[in-house]
Every structure is written in C-alpha cells, then in structure tokens.
C-alpha cells in the first residue's frame, strides 16, 4: 500500500485479556517502529526492527509486551493480560534506511486505539 | 540523557498572526530533528527533517530552522486549518542508537478566524 497500515483501527477488550495489534510497513522499507501514545502525552517508543538486526527492545514497558515482524515485513504487538494502564493509541511507523544520512523519514500509521475495560 | 522539550505547550492565535514553536533538545550527536504535524485521532504527519545548524525548510507557511540546541518552527499568517498539535523528535547518532524519535510532548495550536 501507499503508507503504513495499521489493524485494528479501535479495540475494545476486557482487562485480563490478550491483544494482538498488526502493522504492515511501506512496501521496501526495512526499518520498523512500534510506539505508544496515551491520551495526552508524548510518543513513547517501545520496540524497533531493522533487517535481519536483533530488534532493539528497550521500550517494552514489560514482559507483558512482544512483538514479531515477519519476513521483514508485517509486524504484530502483543499485549499480554492487558490492564487499564496499557489503554492508549499504538502507532506504528516505518522508514526506509535509519542508517543512512539522508531519506531516513519515518511515517507513521494513523494507530491502533486499544481500550481496556 | 537524551531529551526534547517543546514550548509553549498551548498556543491560541488569531488567523493571520504569525509566530513560533520551540523545540529545545539534548542529545549525545545529532542525526535527524524531525517536526511532524498531528491532527486529533490521526497518526503524525511528516513535515520536515533537520540534519544539521543553520538548515531551513519551508512548506507553504511553515519555515523550520535549526541550531545546535533548538529548533523553531515559525508559522507566517497562518489559518484555521493549521490548527493541530506539532511533535519534535531527534534522532541520535552512535552505533547504540538503533535511529528511533524521541519526541517532545508536542505544542498544541489552534488559530480562530
């Protein structure tokens, strides 16, 4: 598709459940990026794959938290037994070379916005 | 530690009035500043990206300028439409940083005809 796509758009689950959320990048782009965006706040970073590079994880606010990308392209983030507290709008972006000095843009999805009940 | 703090958090105008948004960060070397523009319920919307001081952009009333510790994002005669909340975020450099944002908390516009 034309930019990142994201499922679902809205979630609504009951506390203790499991989620699972699905992005699929910019076709070619290699870079992938999970962040979190509860209402008000700022945009928190949770989980980042590059290629084949071990996904750097230093956001996931517990374990809890997962997320796969498969075949370097689709990425899904699971929720473990979600709480109240992980109510928020999940975004997902991609770029097309974090590495590089230039066209490294990363564009967002328009989220996913999960409800815990 | 790496950090980015934007100013003023709200910011009421009137159409035609031009002015500034701030965008303060501390970071180990810099990559990329990145302004994105965010409409509610929607995802960030890309507007510009900064590489190094002194380096301007401009997209039809938006100039963004860039330092070494600030960024600005000036906004001649804007218009109702321009209503929206406006993130900065950097990108740092060094082998351990994988080229994720970090962003401010984002300045809230809002322009009244």
């Known amino acids: 598709g034309a930019g990142v796509s994201q499922s679902p758009s809205n979630k609504v689950t009951e506390k203790g459940k499991d989620v699972e959320l699905r992005c699929d990048p910019i076709?070619?782009?290699?870079?992938l990026y999970w962040y979190r965006q509860s209402l008000g706040q700022g945009l928190e970073f949770l989980i980042y794959?590059?290629?084949?590079?071990?996904?750097?994880k230093s956001g996931l606010p517990s374990d809890r938290f997962s997320a796969e990308r498969t075949g370097g392209s689709v990425s899904t983030l699971t929720i473990q037994r979600t709480q109240q507290e992980d109510s928020a709008v999940y975004l997902c972006?991609?770029?097309?070379?974090?590495?590089?000095?230039?066209?490294?843009?990363?564009?967002f999805g328009e989220g996913s916005w999960l409800t815990v009940v | 530690e790496d950090q980015v703090t934007q100013s003023p958090e709200a910011l009421r105008l009137q159409e035609g009035e031009s002015s500034s948004l701030n965008c303060s960060y501390t970071?180990?070397?810099?990559?990329?500043l990145f302004w994105y523009r965010q409409d509610p319920g929607k995802g960030p919307e890309f507007l510009f990206t900064?590489?190094?001081a002194g380096e301007e952009k401009e997209k039809e009333r938006l100039k963004a300028t860039l330092t070494k510790k600030e960024s600005f994002l000036h906004i001649t005669a804007p218009k109702p439409e321009d209503s929206a909340t406006y993130l900065c975020?950097?990108?740092?450099?060094?082998?351990?940083?994988?080229?994720?944002?970090?962003f401010g908390q984002g300045t809230t516009l809002q322009v009244k005809p």
């Open positions: 975020a950097v990108q740092a450099r060094g082998s351990g940083n994988t080229g994720k944002l970090i």
């Open positions: 076709s070619g782009h290699t870079a």
């Open positions: 970071v180990s070397g810099l990559r990329g």
């Open positions: 972006a991609s770029s097309l070379d974090p590495g590089g000095t230039g066209g490294n843009t990363i564009y």
């Open positions: 900064l590489y190094s």
């Open positions: 794959f590059q290629g084949n590079s071990a996904p750097d």
